[in-house]
C-alpha cells in the first residue's frame, strides 16, 4: 500500500532535515515524498538534496499560504494512503507501519488519527501527549491533523482544503468528512512530535468562528465567551513573558497542558 506524505515548505532549512530523517527513518518501503515549497530563500532546497527520494518530490513555486501549498502536494501524490507533515514536525519510529496495519484491517475506514507530543523548543521545555477526539469538534479542531491520514478516495469524495480559511481549513476539512459520514478510528498510539508554536492568534480564532456558525454548531454568545476567553489568555501570556520571562512562561504552560486532553 503506497503511502505519500506531503510536506509544505518555506524558509525550512532548520528543521526540515530532522522532518527528512523521521521519514526515511520509517520501517515502511512503499513511500513518496511530496515537497511543496514555497520559493523558499535560504538552504531547504540543499537539505532536500540530500535525499534523493525527497528531491523527486521537490517543486517550488508561489504559493498562496499553506493549504494552497498542501492541494498542489495532492495533485502529484500518487499514494492510496496521503499524509501531511509540516517541515519542523517529525514522525516518531514505527509510525507508518502502524497506521498502515490499521488500514490494511480496516479496507473501508478512509481517516486514521492518533496522537501527537506538543514540545518546547527549549532546555527543559514543556511537552505534552495530545490525543484526537470526533467528540468535541463542536467546540474546535480536537483531531490531531498531523497525525491524521487519509485514504486519497476521501479527498476525491469531499474534496481538498479551502483556501478561504488561511488557519482553519483542516478543522472544515474534518467536519465535510463528518457530514459525508467517513469512516474513521482513533488511535492512542503517539504518531508525531510537533513544536509548540506557528501560526494561530485572532485568525484562528476567527477562521474557528467562521466555520463553526457556518454549520450553527455554537451560539453567538457561546462564539463571544470563547473569543474574550482567548483574549485573555493572550493579554496573560504577555505579560508573563515581558514581567517574568520565557522560562517561567514555559512553567506555566506546562502547567495548563497537563490540565487538558485536547488541544
Known amino acids: 500500500m503506497r503511502l505519500s506524505v506531503i510536506i ?12 527528512l530523517k523521521s521519514v526515511v527513518s520509517q520501517n515502511y518501503q512503499d513511500i513518496q515524498i511530496v515537497i511543496q515549497d514555497g520559493l523558499s530563500i535560504d538552504n531547504t532546497k540543499a537539505i532536500v538534496e540530500k535525499y534523493p527520494i525527497a528531491m523527486t518530490g521537490w517543486q517550488s513555486e508561489p504559493d498562496n499560504g499553506i493549504y494552497d501549498a498542501m492541494n498542489k502536494g495532492f495533485k502529484r501524490a500518487t499514494g492510496e494512503i496521503i499524509a501531511i507533515l509540516n517541515s519542523d514536525d517529525t514522525w516518531l519510529p514505527g509510525a507508518l507501519e502502524r ?20 514540545w518546547e523548543d527549549l532546555p527543559n521545555g514543556a511537552k505534552v501527549i495530545l490525543g484526537s477526539s470526533l467528540l468535541h469538534l463542536h467546540k474546535g479542531m480536537t483531531l490531531q491533523h498531523p497525525a491524521t491520514f487519509v485514504r486519497r478516495s476521501v479527498y476525491e469524495q469531499v474534496g481538498f482544503f479551502n ?19 467517513i469512516p474513521w478510528i482513533i488511535l492512542d498510539d503517539v504518531l508525531v512530535r510537533m513544536r509548540a508554536g506557528g501560526k494561530g492568534g485572532t485568525i484562528f480564532t476567527i477562521d474557528d468562528w467562521r466555520i463553526r456558525r457556518s454549520r450553527n454548531l455554537t ?8 473569543c474574550t476567553n ?25 502547567r495548563l497542558w497537563r490540565k487538558r486532553i485536547y488541544r
Do not use: W
Not at 451560539?219 to 470563547?226: G, R
Open 8 to 19: 509544505p515548505t518555506f524558509n525550512s532549512a532548520n528543521t526540515l532535515d530532522e522532518t
Open 163 to 181: 483556501t478561504c480559511y488561511r488557519i482553519g481549513a483542516d478543522y472544515d476539512f474534518v467536519l465535510r468528512c463528518l457530514m459525508a459520514h
Open 99 to 118: 497506521v498502515v496495519s490499521v488500514f490494511s484491517r480496516n479496507p473501508d475506514v478512509g481517516i486514521i488519527s492518533g496522537a501527537i507530543e506538543v
Open 230 to 254: 482567548r483574549f485573555m489568555r493572550h493579554l496573560a501570556k504577555q505579560a508573563i513573558l515581558s514581567v517574568l520571562g520565557e522560562r517561567i512562561l514555559s512553567i506555566c504552560r506546562n
Open 219 to 226: 451560539s453567538v454568545v457561546y462564539e463571544i465567551c470563547i
